[in-house]
């Protein structure tokens, strides 16, 4: 089942809205077979794991293992329970049950109902992390939300003024490379109307190769010019204005409800400190990411303040890159 989950990370950022699924195939301890989510549309992990068995005969006599529960149902491709019980595999060996509504248990009593001998629950909680986007999309009706900035030594995230309108990076190139990485590994990014008036982003993967996420910004009075960066054919732009939500009340829950239904399963919120801290007051985030650089501001708009303190850290050379989970 590790070994499930190490090879489902290939997936990563490419099988979305479907969850990134490992398996494998076991015949008399050796393993014969492995295979991972294909991108949205293509085969399932365990399409795939059977696929890469050269001789399908050992199939009858071999244990397959997969982080999720086969699914039951037609969908962009055939039920994978299905695939299971046409090659007589015997034992069937899953992390965690699928919690989505069109299986939810379908596909281990499919799987029962045909012979199969089906164990679950095995490295469950490891499972349920490693699909933390899944279920935090189908069980909360939102993204996975993460939270990202970069913060002075001494407590900022941008300085009072500026002279140009881009980014004065607080961070070195390897941090700032990272970030790329992790925006090509989540399906939108989020930041406020003053992050793109003072920087201008383009909220792009230029220093990874990876697909640029969907852009969502927060453009309440609709002043934000269609010449800027975000609004370019790089990548969708989706814009939250006085149309589609009350900036009255409950902001950022709002913004999930919209995210919900474009089916947009992780994201990403780089700022600026004012929408950073409305997600972290109503409590909607599950992860944040904070870079603390080596240079002092002494004066400038504040980071944001977390309830919490910090799950690890690590260095990034000369920058200091701590990790928060709301549990």
């Not at 993460?146 to 190139?173: C, H, M, S, Y």
């Not at 790329?180 to 406020?192: D, N």
């Not at 993967?205 to 934000?224: A, C």
């Not at 990403?268 to 990411?289: C, M, V």
Request: some cysteine; glycine content about 6%; hydrophobic content about 35%.
């Amino acid at each position: 089942m590790r070994r499930c989950i190490q090879i489902a990370k290939n997936g990563l950022g490419t099988t979305r809205p479907n969850p990134m699924v490992g398996s494998i195939i076991v015949h008399n301890n050796k393993i014969i077979g492995e295979g991972f989510t294909s991108k949205y549309g293509g085969n399932h992990a365990e399409v795939n794991a059977i696929n890469s068995v050269s001789n399908k005969k050992l199939l009858r006599e071999s244990t397959i293992y997969v982080i999720l529960e086969p699914c039951s149902h037609f969908g962009k491709t055939p039920p994978c329970s299905d695939l299971i019980i046409e090659h007589n595999i015997p034992t069937v060996v899953i992390g965690c049950i699928d919690e989505h509504e069109k299986v939810a248990g379908k596909g281990i009593e499919k799987l029962k109902n045909a012979g199969c001998h089906v164990i679950v629950g095995i490295l469950e909680k490891e499972c349920k992390n490693h699909l933390k986007r899944f279920f935090t999309f189908h069980n909360k009706k939102r993204p996975y939300i993460i939270l990202k900035w970069a913060e002075t030594t001494d407590g900022f995230i941008a300085p009072l003024t500026k002279n140009e309108q881009k980014p004065v990076w607080i961070t070195n190139r390897f941090s700032r490379q990272l970030v790329h990485k992790w925006r090509a590994e989540e399906q939108a990014i989020l930041v406020g109307t003053n992050t793109i008036l003072q920087d201008n982003p383009s909220l792009t993967t230029r220093d990874w190769i990876g697909e640029n996420p969907i852009r969502i910004v927060i453009d309440q009075k609709e002043k934000l010019s269609k010449q800027l960066a975000v609004f370019n054919n790089t990548s969708k732009t989706i814009s939250i204005t006085n149309s589609n939500i009350d900036f009255t009340k409950n902001i950022a829950k709002q913004i999930c409800d919209i995210l919900f239904k474009e089916n947009i399963n992780s994201i990403i919120i780089e700022g600026g400190a004012k929408t950073l801290q409305t997600f972290i007051n109503e409590n909607l985030w599950d992860e944040a990411r904070v870079f603390i650089g080596t240079i002092q501001f002494k004066d400038g708009t504040k980071a944001p303040l977390l309830p919490k303190q910090s799950n690890s850290e690590e260095k990034i050379t000369t920058d200091i890159l701590k990790i928060y989970k709301n549990d």
